[in-house]
């Protein structure tokens, strides 16, 4: 009897530490048996984050697509990184470092059976002490201020409206977000494609973004910065790769089912494969005519937009137009401004009303402002 009792108060004692480490680790219906001896959830955890992390500051191979600005490809990307990893170590050494150190003194220090053995007193009726409230005040006031001065300086050097200082002119795209696709119009070409995102490595690329409908942000996190498009405005992007490379370029902005579809893969090309691109969309392009943009328009992924258009289409599913009109761009601008966005944009062939308005914007708004349409 006596061993009956001694053997179920250690299966109670067992239960009991079940449910501790239950607690304590998540309240997870994972049992901890099915792990393997010696190896704890959260360490496995913890590793696959150290891996991935690794994985995305890892070099990769020019033919593979660069997702990380943890690998930066760009002078903007770069930038972004030191910013990131210098405002970690400062977060690292003036606040999780003391914290840790501090907790750790405390509980070894204070524990109620250390100040009984040392004899100290307990005062819950103490207030004040000054050098404790100058350190619990005046450190994140520092820290506030060094942060701080690092996001202002970073934001000012990093302005995605500044253009990139280079000996060789810029390329040229118009952006124009639509649900679920992105078609970047070359209007020097008289081109435009859904799916790729094609400039030269060897100069800046220069882009003015708007939307069809929904608001929605480009960013190619490999190259930089990201941007919003809004409906009936026009906002500025400028990228620069430092070699030939592929890089995966997003939507970041929710708009609707199709949202985590929204991708497209820009490529930083030689000067002379440029050329063979652009010949291939001039070749392979479908017309940008009226049922071109209407089938554009419409609700739909790249997917669709590919089957619509086989024979406009690659192996990668990208989409290629050509005989594109160099004030689409703007006229789908001028569209969303009198329609608003809840009216589905269509083509509209050019006319005196909608050129006169247009240039009497160009002609009213000022250098630098987020409503100038461009050249």
Not at 70 to 76: E, R
Not at 133 to 144: A, K, R, S
């Amino acid at each position: 009897m006596a061993n009956l009792k001694k053997s179920m108060g250690s299966d109670a004692r067992m239960n009991k530490f079940k449910v501790r480490r239950l607690f304590l680790f998540g309240r997870c219906q994972v049992n901890h048996r099915a792990w393997p001896d010696g190896i704890h959830r959260n360490a496995v955890i913890m590793m696959l984050a150290v891996i991935s992390l690794l994985l995305m500051c890892a070099p990769v191979g020019a033919e593979e697509l660069h997702m990380s600005f943890l690998n930066p490809q760009g002078i903007i990307a770069d930038k972004q990184m030191q910013h990131w990893w210098l405002v970690v170590a400062i977060l690292l050494a003036f606040v999780a470092l003391p914290v840790f150190v501090a907790v750790t003194i405390i509980m070894f220090r204070y524990r109620y059976s250390a100040a009984k053995k040392a004899g100290r007193k307990y005062s819950p009726h103490w207030n004040f002490f000054a050098p404790l409230e100058f350190i619990n005040w005046g450190g994140p006031l520092v820290i506030v201020i060094i942060i701080g001065t690092l996001v202002w300086q970073s934001t000012e050097d990093l302005d995605p409206y500044r253009p990139i200082a280079s000996a060789e002119a810029p390329t040229k795209v118009q952006v124009i977000g639509y649900d679920w696709k992105w078609l970047f119009i070359y209007p020097e070409l008289g081109i435009a494609s859904v799916g790729t995102l094609a400039f030269p490595a060897d100069r800046p690329l220069s882009m003015e973004l708007t939307t069809a409908g929904n608001m929605q942000s480009l960013w190619v996190p490999a190259l930089g910065s990201q941007i919003y498009a809004m409906a009936g405005m026009v906002t500025k992007l400028n990228y620069a790769a430092y070699q030939p490379g592929r890089f995966l370029g997003m939507n970041t902005m929710y708009n609707g089912d199709g949202f985590h579809e929204q991708k497209f893969t820009a490529v930083a090309m030689t000067d002379a494969n440029f050329d063979q691109w652009v010949e291939q969309a001039r070749t392979q392009g479908q017309p940008f005519n009226a049922k071109a943009v209407q089938t554009l328009s419409q609700r739909a992924n790249q997917k669709a937009l590919s089957a619509a258009f086989p024979q406009a289409s690659t192996a990668d599913g990208s989409v290629y137009f050509t005989e594109v009109d160099k004030h689409f761009f703007h006229k789908v601008v001028m569209q969303m401004m009198e329609d608003g966005v809840d009216i589905p944009p269509g083509y509209r062939a050019p006319n005196e009303k909608n050129d006169a308005l247009a240039l009497a914007l160009l002609a009213t708004c000022s250098p630098g402002s987020d409503y100038v349409l461009g050249e």
